[in-house]
């Protein structure tokens, strides 16, 4: 079964967002402001309140607060349920209170647009919609009923009847927009801290198989000179102990383990020491390391590496970081993913740059996304279901492998160029037509060659790795 996708389970952890001593804060501020502005309006403008049920509904605010700090520790992160509940109090808290101090000719009553903000950011859509419903059927009830604001002297303070009006429905887009908005963007900061996330987790991994990669190297050429030494060794012995089964059945033994130990170290490795002489390799070798593990897929993976028009003839040595040769291998792997046939890695240089080209024969991007390539979360080729289900089953289509192969190559140095071979709206192209998906990266030769004097220098002693 397929993962869900990275967005439903943003969703889910919604309603962990939420600390309780955040809502608790909020609602004392709330508090506060509610007890000053009743006072500034009864004592300064003079005007004529119903101070018991103003009174009672704060009071209500103030229980609720302390029963939250004494009944739940101070660090309680509120579920979905919990959290919508406490929103809900303070919309008919507020609600009850503009009831009672002149309804939307109380310019107070655009603090209704703070829990449904708070419920787009830290809710499900569910929960953020019934909230907003509830909000502007208060607004819309206290537009009609409410207790009018009077002055000492008897006059009513009422605004224009089109002035409420207009505030209604100020306060109407005003929840709709501001909830939207900051849903949109709460959900793309989580949707690219989590695509960083996943970045982080992948360079990882990739710099302990380099690590791997060199401790079996080393491993290898240490040990090489004593096991073939080993080896010699004990098929003498064989031949020289043919009259004695039992001594040269020992020495079949040792042979036997020399060969063991061999592939031993040709599939596994222990910490050991870093070979220095992987740090660095030959351009189109690591191409072929970074294409290796998609090589067997069924499409044929050609690289080319050759001089640009005004390039040295020697091929540049470049440094083996495992964000270079895992953003290749991503980059390549969609490649193989879309290709029908083909998947050309053109590599150039000049005394200046180093491009790499990954060209593949499918029916490359589709131009509705291809502005948005390299964005986390974003459907990169899957312009066909029924075709991407045959050809990648499981497939979730959802960017995040381009996004982590996008940033990896950018922190190297990098920089991306995405277009398609062929002009919008072409039929698929003919199978080994370069005419699909085109990936273009171009390095400043100093961002990721070393200069050749540093190549020449002694390497030094191998390090032991840190693990």
């Not at 919508?84 to 609600?95: E, P, R």
């Not at 000719?105 to 509830?134: C, D, E, Y």
């Not at 992948?202 to 040990?223: F, I, P, S």
């Not at 991007?365 to 990169?380: K, M, T």
Request: charged share 20%; hydrophobic share 45%; aromatic share 6%.
């Amino acid at each position: 079964m397929a993962d869900p996708a990275p967005g439903f389970l943003i969703e889910e952890r919604r309603s962990n967002w939420v600390r309780l001593r955040t809502l608790i804060v909020l609602r004392w501020i709330a508090v506060i402001g509610q007890i000053a502005a009743i006072t500034i309006a009864q004592r300064l403008f003079n005007l004529q309140l119903e101070l018991g049920l103003c009174y009672i509904a704060i009071g209500a605010g103030i229980i609720a607060n302390l029963l939250a700090i004494f009944l739940y520790p101070e660090n309680k992160r509120l579920n979905e349920g919990e959290a919508g509940l406490m929103l809900l109090f303070d919309i008919v808290q507020l609600s009850f209170l503009l009831y009672l101090t002149g309804g939307l000719n109380n310019p107070f009553a655009l603090l209704m647009l703070a829990p449904v903000t708070i419920s787009a950011t830290a809710l499900q859509l569910r929960s953020t919609v019934i909230l907003g419903g509830v909000a502007i059927a208060m607004i819309t009830f206290v537009a009609f009923f409410n207790i009018p604001l009077r002055t000492d002297m008897g006059f009513i303070m009422a605004m224009p009847d089109a002035f409420v009006l207009g505030f209604w429905v100020a306060i109407v887009i005003g929840i709709l927009f501001e909830a939207a908005y900051a849903r949109r963007v709460t959900s793309e900061v989580h949707s690219m801290s989590e695509a960083l996330l996943a970045t982080q987790m992948a360079l990882a991994r990739e710099q302990k198989l380099t690590d791997l990669g060199g401790v079996v190297a080393a491993a290898a050429h240490e040990l090489g000179t004593p096991l073939a030494t080993i080896k010699l060794v004990s098929s003498e012995l064989m031949e020289e102990l043919s009259e004695s089964p039992d001594l040269r059945e020992d020495a079949a033994l040792i042979n036997q383990q020399a060969d063991r130990c061999r592939d031993i170290l040709r599939s596994m490795g222990r910490a050991g020491k870093e070979d220095l002489h992987l740090r660095h390799a030959p351009l189109s070798t690591v191409l072929r390391d970074a294409a290796e593990p998609h090589a067997q897929r069924g499409k044929e993976v050609q690289i080319e590496a050759q001089p640009g028009e005004d390039g040295e003839s020697r091929q540049p040595v470049i440094e083996r970081r495992p964000e270079v040769i895992h953003g290749l291998r991503n980059l390549i792997q969609n490649a193989v993913d879309f290709a029908e046939t083909t998947v050309w890695v053109d590599a150039r240089w000049t005394p200046d740059s180093i491009t790499v080209r990954i060209v593949d024969d499918g029916p490359g991007f589709p131009p509705q996304v291809l502005a948005r390539i390299g964005d986390p979360f974003v459907r990169s080729r899957r312009d066909d279901p029924a075709r991407a289900d045959t050809r990648r089953p499981g497939y979730e289509g959802m960017g995040l492998g381009l996004f982590i192969a996008k940033t990896l190559l950018e922190r190297s140095g990098a920089d991306l160029l995405f277009v398609n071979g062929s002009a919008p709206g072409d039929i698929t192209p003919h199978p080994r037509a370069r005419a699909g998906a085109i990936v273009e990266l171009t390095w400043p030769r100093d961002k990721i060659s070393p200069a050749p004097e540093t190549l020449r220098a002694a390497l030094g002693e191998n390090r032991p790795i840190e693990v």
